[in-house]
């Protein structure tokens, strides 16, 4: 698969949607040397995956991890994901035998609609989300997404709902807002959505309760706590897995890559 520049943001959503979505995905760039040293709970675009990046910095290979990161992803098979089973609090009241069994048959599911084209994680919208295998707590995730006309997904922190994704022409406030919020901010701070049809790129930090995404460059969540949408008398979990949404749409996933964030770097 070529490489391709990325896009610019767009500075409103723009509603004429691509019936076909392109092949290509983006490449990544690599981030300076300073991320690691970043002060968490203040990102700054331009330390890292910023503005200045577009411009100054060379080419890596396709899912390559920038410089801090790991791979979620590696761009060959299913390796490190897993079926979904439930959701955390479900799950907490399952015996290990019957967690284990349901295990085997959403892993048989998973199989049978999310696969790896081209270098590409591609779900055709029978199945159910795709979880990581291992837990995590505080952390920066990198992910490239695409949908097609009409699509709808989202990313699961800590196994909780959502980092919203879906079709800037049907919703114009456009993704990244964290949709399940009843008490604080759910919207998006503005839209920054890429036509549908073309790839777009989270940055999505989390530490604590809160969360802060940028989309393209673009802060479009501020440090907003996510709520417990499974117990809404709880805070959100300390740790769980990271899941990409099915919601009966085909999706397309690359270059996913995370930093955990060691407790060292959190604000006291």
Avoid at 88 to 112: F, I, Y
Avoid at 113 to 136: A, I, M, P, Q
């Amino acid at each position: 698969m070529g490489m391709v520049a990325l896009l610019s943001c767009c500075a409103g959503c723009r509603n004429k949607a691509e019936t076909t979505p392109e092949k290509q995905k983006p490449p990544r760039e690599p981030a300076r040397d300073t991320m690691a040293e970043e002060v968490v709970g203040e990102p700054r675009p331009s330390e890292g995956l910023g503005e200045h990046h577009v411009l100054s910095y060379g080419l890596l290979t396709e899912n390559q991890p920038p410089k801090g990161f790991a791979e979620l992803f590696n761009g060959k098979d299913l390796t490190g994901w897993k079926g979904l089973v439930g959701n955390p609090k479900t799950r907490a009241g399952m015996s290990p035998q019957d967690l284990a069994e349901a295990q085997v048959k959403a892993d048989e599911n998973m199989h049978a609609h999310w696969k790896v084209v081209d270098g590409v994680l591609v779900f055709d919208g029978k199945g159910h989300s795709l979880c990581t295998v291992k837990d995590y707590g505080d952390f920066e995730l990198l992910v490239d997404w695409k949908i097609e006309a009409g699509g709808d997904s989202g990313l699961y922190l800590r196994g909780s709902p959502q980092v919203q994704i879906w079709d800037p022409a049907q919703r114009p406030e456009g993704s990244g807002g964290l949709y399940n919020n009843k008490k604080g901010p759910s919207k998006p701070l503005k839209c920054a959505d890429n036509p549908v049809g073309q790839w777009n790129t989270f940055r999505i930090i989390m530490t604590g309760e809160r969360v802060t995404v940028y989309l393209n460059d673009v802060l479009v969540v501020d440090n907003v706590v996510l709520e417990n949408h499974w117990e809404r008398d709880k805070p959100i979990y300390p740790v769980g897995q990271i899941e990409l949404q099915y919601h009966n749409s085909p999706l397309y996933f690359s270059n996913i890559f995370i930093r955990e964030i060691p407790p060292t770097l959190k604000k006291h």
